[in-house]
């Protein structure tokens, strides 16, 4: 029998991509949070990953990843949204012309790395 590439542990619930490379589903469920390729010949399986991972046959870790992810890109495209919004609204107060500013990409806390998380708590208490 024939080992998992990333466990080099016999299979547990295989899972085989469009490649034909076969893994643990487990095993390639944690690969696909970090890189939608394949881990041997680095195919793209961007697609085939976000449409298993909305099966009940994907380990819960990689149905949470594409959800956070999906809610992520849906988040920044409405905070995107806003920002203009806003621009516009002062633009109409005041008949001065406003320069656009670059979106700042809001990251949200589960996303976020332990110094960011500690430079914004201390921003919001220097404001407080």
Avoid: G
């Avoid at 542990?9 to 690969?31: E, G, M, Y």
């Avoid at 939608?36 to 990953?49: I, K, N, Q, V, Y």
């Avoid at 809610?71 to 621009?87: A, G, K, N, P, V």
Wanted: proline residues 5%; glycine residues 0%.
């Amino acid at each position: 029998m024939e080992n998992c590439s990333i466990c080099a542990s016999d299979f547990k619930n295989p899972c085989t991509l469009p490649c034909n490379h076969r893994f643990c589903s487990v095993c390639i469920a944690t690969w696909f949070t970090r890189s939608a390729s394949c881990p041997l010949c680095r195919c793209d399986c961007t697609e085939w990953a976000a449409k298993w991972a909305q099966t009940e046959d994907a380990p819960l870790v990689i149905q949470m990843h594409y959800n956070l992810t999906r809610r992520r890109e849906d988040f920044t495209t409405e905070w995107s949204l806003f920002s203009e919004d806003i621009h516009h609204m002062l633009a109409a107060i005041d008949d001065e012309a406003y320069e656009p500013v670059e979106p700042v990409e809001v990251v949200p806390w589960y996303y976020q790395t332990e110094s960011e998380r500690v430079m914004f708590t201390n921003i919001a208490e220097l404001l407080s």
